[in-house]
């Protein structure tokens, strides 16, 4: 399973991408603009630092300048993935994409029917939004049981099933179970990842035993 970090934070996409742990990142316009930085440079930063996809969200409506905002921000770098909504104009920009070979993340997925749409679009990934199915009382992992398992059906279905909106790290456990292709997760939800209170008591009494022998290894 990938992991991208759902973040324009970019202190903590390099502090984090140094774990080595990070496949690549999404962003979307509430993520720039909580960052205040300039949308073009920062896609341009985040590219550098991971190896992976770097998706970048058009923010036009209308399928002609989507596609010209689809193209210009695919020329920032070779990395980077276009994000189009999951709506018709943004399907066809992602068929037009993606026939010229630019990798097209569909986002704001709330169905399997949708999820459908996106694959039949030729898009590489698609972004169900867990979290916010939860938050209106829906099933969000449901979703992704569904996507998972109409795309398993078909061989020639290729796109990633990309599990977002992750709230916790249970739902990033979930989505492992359910065979997800990629979670992209908030900074703070990977460090939460790493946590359980048997860890850090078993360290300490590692530590604390070790210090007794008074040996050093280096
Ligand atoms: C995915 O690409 C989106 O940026 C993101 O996961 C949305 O998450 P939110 O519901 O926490 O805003």
């Not at 569904?146 to 990309?162: G, K, M, N, R």
């Amino acid at each position: 399973m990938k992991f991208f970090l759902d973040s324009a934070d970019i202190g903590e996409i390099r502090d984090l991408a140094a774990t080595g742990l990070v496949d690549g990142v999404t962003t979307n316009p509430s993520l720039i603009a909580k960052s205040g930085g300039t949308f073009i440079d920062m896609v341009k930063e985040i590219c550098a630092i991971v190896p992976g996809p770097v998706s970048a969200e058009v923010t036009a409506l209308d399928h002609e300048t989507m596609l010209a905002e689809g193209r210009k921000l695919a020329r920032i770098a070779d990395n980077v993935a276009v994000k189009v909504p999951l709506t018709p104009d943004g399907l066809k920009t992602c068929k037009a994409l993606s026939s010229e070979g630019v990798p097209v993340n569909v986002t704001l997925c709330f169905s399997p029917a949708q999820a459908i749409l996106a694959a039949k679009a030729g898009a590489s990934y698609i972004s169900p939004f867990v979290g916010r199915l939860d938050d209106i009382g829906a099933d969000g992992m449901a979703l992704i049981a569904d996507i998972v398992q109409i795309y398993s059906a078909y061989e020639t279905i290729t796109t990633e099933v990309l599990v977002a909106s992750i709230r916790h790290p249970m739902h990033v456990v979930e989505a492992a179970k359910m065979g997800a292709d990629v979670v992209t997760m908030p900074p703070a939800i990977l460090r939460q990842m790493f946590n359980h209170p048997l860890t850090e008591k078993g360290l300490a009494a590692f530590l604390a035993d070790w210090s007794k022998t008074g040996q050093s290894i280096l």
